[in-house]
């Protein structure tokens, strides 16, 4: 039962109870003012039959307004949530392309191939973002047969989430992700990704903390022919 409709059950309720009670209160007068006219001996049956229906009946409106608050309480715990998402990306590195990672370039010889600037940890944070709120990935919301976002900076695909989530009440508490890359050093850069991320999240920086690891010259990314992020997001509905 919605809040609004719980309102006006009460009310009626309330209402009803008011009448009855009048009426009880009424028809035990006339009926004490009879007993007193016939038989004192009748005074108390005649109270407790009169009474009985009334106690019964607010018996009844209070187990009611109590059942209604549990469910008023219980919709409310439905709504309120904390919530995790995951996210993964990987891109294959080729020369001659800008390497963003974190919405900041990064000097190297190669970067990430892909339909739009191709920044890893902006795209797995988008994703993480997007499925703690239950609201797809983000193939759903910019797919890559799309023109329009060729070339596009990924700061636009998060600061798209952000909305999507405030949409739904949804607020960012945590961003924890990690970058693995053979090179370069991500370390030195972290705290511009971080402001950047945080900027286009509308988040404090404190809210974003990244992590870089090698992957020991193992597979493809040790082979430096391409970078992937991981990251979990935490999100939180009052
Ligand atoms: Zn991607």
């Not at 309330?14 to 009424?26: D, H, K, R």
């Not at 499925?131 to 695909?157: E, M, R, V, Y």
């Not at 739904?168 to 924890?176: L, T």
């Not at 022919?225 to 939180?236: F, K, P, R, Y």
């Amino acid at each position: 039962m919605n809040t609004s409709a719980s309102r006006v059950a009460k009310t009626i309720l309330f209402w009803f109870s008011i009448v009855f009670l009048g009426l009880m209160l009424w028809k035990l007068s006339r009926a004490n003012s009879a007993a007193t006219h016939s038989d004192q001996n009748t005074d108390w049956t005649t109270i407790i039959l009169n009474t009985a229906p009334l106690i019964l009946l607010v018996g009844f409106c209070l187990l009611l307004m109590r059942q209604m608050g549990r469910n008023k309480a219980w919709s409310r715990n439905a709504r309120s949530a904390s919530r995790t998402g995951i996210g993964y990306d990987l891109h294959r590195l080729e020369a001659g392309r800008k390497l963003i990672v974190g919405g900041i370039e990064l000097p190297f010889d190669k970067g990430p191939v892909g339909h739009s600037d191709g920044d890893v940890l902006a795209h797995a944070v988008c994703d993480a973002l997007l499925g703690a709120a239950g609201l797809g990935d983000i193939g759903t919301h910019f797919p890559d047969t799309d023109p329009k976002w060729k070339g596009a900076n990924s700061l636009i695909f998060l600061e798209h989430a952000k909305k999507l989530l405030a949409e739904k009440d949804f607020a960012i508490e945590h961003v924890d992700a990690v970058v693995i890359t053979e090179r370069p050093k991500l370390g030195p850069h972290f705290p511009k990704m971080r402001e950047a991320l945080a900027r286009a999240l509308g988040v404090p920086v404190e809210k974003i903390h990244l992590k870089a690891k090698t992957n020991e010259g193992v597979d493809a990314i040790g082979r430096g022919e391409a970078i992937a992020a991981h990251v979990v997001a935490t999100i939180s509905r009052p």
